[in-house]
């Protein structure tokens, strides 16, 4: 049986962060679609094939910016959570680390894991395997 | 930075717990691995009711849902409203693989499912790598 496509919602507001990530997965993982959004209300958009946007094929993770302006990365996890077809998907957060109270909070709604930006720039490999293996072993849901 | 992972494994199943054990153990500079049977001792071991001691953190929690005694949403509700436990990773284990117990389970903030049957070495390096690059909840 072929391996099943894995699609990635990237949601990143810098471009240049986003370009990275992009090149770093595209290239270490075989068998991925990125999507990239800049805001998580495109990311819900398409997430629920909303607002022109084509609806994101199942199985698939979330790599969600914690530091979108006016604290909107809170609110789409929370609009994420509140909504019953969308509440099992697997979210990887990416911050700045500090403020633990931000922290805590993205934790308490169910992230699969945060990750700290400069630990990502500095063991890029331990980022992508993580991922890999996440996708391989994970149950992701809906899974259709 | 390199501190161990503790890994706290609430299971009653004996053949499930020695699979985990069986995969985690080449990996036991990185994992340190607790097994309870039911989620109260889980409940006493992460508080550090006497006569256990409290995990260390960092740790996540490895939970099979289907538990006899305490009922496995019983255990993530008495989770989360703890304020020192509310923010603690869970990871579901699941037999069934039943979607809507598990999206049920979504909504007392689980980080994720797992499948019984994929806990093999993959699963062992994803905690490795878990273990190396996460940022756990604060303390």
């Known amino acids: 049986m072929l391996p099943h496509l894995l699609h990635i919602l990237l949601i990143e507001d810098n471009e240049i962060e986003a370009k990275r990530l992009y090149h770093l997965l595209q290239s270490h993982m075989q068998t991925v679609v990125i999507i990239w959004v800049t805001t998580g209300e495109q990311a819900l958009h398409a997430l629920c094939g909303t607002g022109g946007q084509k609806r994101l094929p199942r199985p698939y993770l979330i790599l969600l910016d914690f530091n979108l302006p006016q604290r909107t990365s809170f609110a789409f996890l929370q609009q994420l959570r509140a909504d019953p077809d969308l509440r099992q998907s697997s979210v990887f957060v990416m911050g700045e680390g500090g403020a633990t109270a931000d922290k805590e909070e993205a934790y308490r709604l169910g992230i699969v894991a945060y990750l700290n930006k400069a630990t990502l720039a500095a063991k890029p490999e331990a980022f992508v395997q993580l991922l890999l293996w996440y996708s391989n072993t994970a149950e992701l849901l809906p899974r259709k | ?139």
């Open chain 2, 1 to 139: 930075m390199l501190s161990k992972m503790n890994v706290l494994l609430i299971e009653n199943n004996d053949a499930d717990i020695e699979n985990l054990c069986l995969h985690l153990t080449p990996f036991a500079n990185h994992l340190s691995l607790t097994i309870v049977k039911d989620g109260e001792t889980a409940l006493a071991i992460l508080r550090g009711q006497p006569p256990h001691v409290r995990l260390q953190h960092p740790y996540l929690i490895l939970f099979d849902l289907n538990l006899p005694s305490m009922d496995g949403f019983t255990f993530l509700d008495e989770l989360r409203r703890d304020p020192e436990l509310r923010t603690c990773i869970v990871f579901v284990l699941t037999e069934s693989g039943d979607d809507a117990t598990i999206t049920m389970a979504y909504k007392c903030g689980i980080a994720g499912c797992f499948s019984k049957a994929k806990l093999d070495a993959q699963f062992a390096q994803f905690l490795v790598a878990y273990s190396v690059i996460v940022e756990f909840p604060p303390m």
